[in-house]
């Protein structure tokens, strides 16, 4: 049972423009949502997190929603940039983040120049 | 920021025998530490929840006699693959819980390959 979901495994944006990354979950536990970057033979790196209080968090290039009532988060990267190709995973927990974590199945994304 | 060391990185093991794998914690105590797979082109997967101090938790479908894992600090867990076989050949990495918005910091990984 796949908890949380991405749908796209792969995603190819133009350098510049906007990248959305999707994510679904179906745990109405979950209350802490994690957004991670990954390259191959690599570990993830956290990139930005959002707690169920709120439906928007921003940091620099990146930006995650949260809908809580249709489960569902993205996480938008404005402008994109060559470096952002990566493998980038959405992951939750509950219990405000100090549980296991969940991880989705990963959307590789490619910016071409 | 918070540091998760592993080590090593990579390495080779012929059928049969035992690996063992290190997380640190570098400039953090953790009290939590997670072991995750990764087949290729999948999702990682949770193996187990090492305790400090107590047993780890298995997840589901995981053998806890052949994935041993020892949290003998607050900063340092193991995971020990007994008697490899090619079928255990995937990446594995730890993660900690080093607080702050930071949440969840994981190791570099490490490339497990049986013969």
């Known amino acids: 049972d796949q908890q949380v979901k991405q749908n796209s495994p792969s995603l190819s944006v133009q350098e510049g423009r906007i990248s959305i990354l999707n994510c679904d979950y179906t745990n109405s536990m979950f209350d802490y949502f994690l957004w991670y970057k990954k390259y191959p033979a690599e570990g993830p790196t956290f990139l930005i997190s959002?707690?169920?209080?709120?439906d928007k968090n921003e940091d620099g290039r990146f930006t995650v929603f949260l809908n809580k009532s249709a489960k569902h988060l993205s996480l938008h990267i404005v402008p994109s940039q060559p470096g952002d190709s990566a493998v980038y995973f959405c992951?939750?927990?509950?219990?405000?983040?100090?549980?296991?974590?969940?991880f989705g199945t990963g959307t590789k994304l490619q910016v071409i120049p | 920021g918070a540091v998760v060391s592993q080590h090593p990185s990579w390495v080779i093991c012929k059928s049969g025998t035992s690996v063992k794998i290190e997380c640190r914690s570098l400039?953090?105590?953790?009290?939590?530490m997670f072991w995750y797979r990764q087949f290729p082109k999948q999702s990682l997967m949770l193996m187990a929840t090492?305790?400090?101090?107590?047993?780890?938790?298995?997840e589901q479908g995981v053998e806890k006699d052949k994935f041993l894992i020892n949290h003998a600090s607050l900063t340092l867990s193991t995971l020990t693959v007994t008697s490899a076989h090619p079928e255990d050949s995937s990446f594995y990495i730890c993660s900690a819980n080093s607080g702050g918005v930071y949440g969840y910091t994981f190791g570099s990984g490490t490339r497990l390959t049986v013969v």
């Open positions: 400039d953090f105590q953790a009290t939590t």
């Open positions: 090492s305790n400090e101090g107590s047993k780890a938790t298995y």
């Open positions: 992951a939750a927990s509950a219990s405000g983040g100090y549980q296991k974590v969940t």
């Open positions: 959002i707690s169920s209080i709120k």
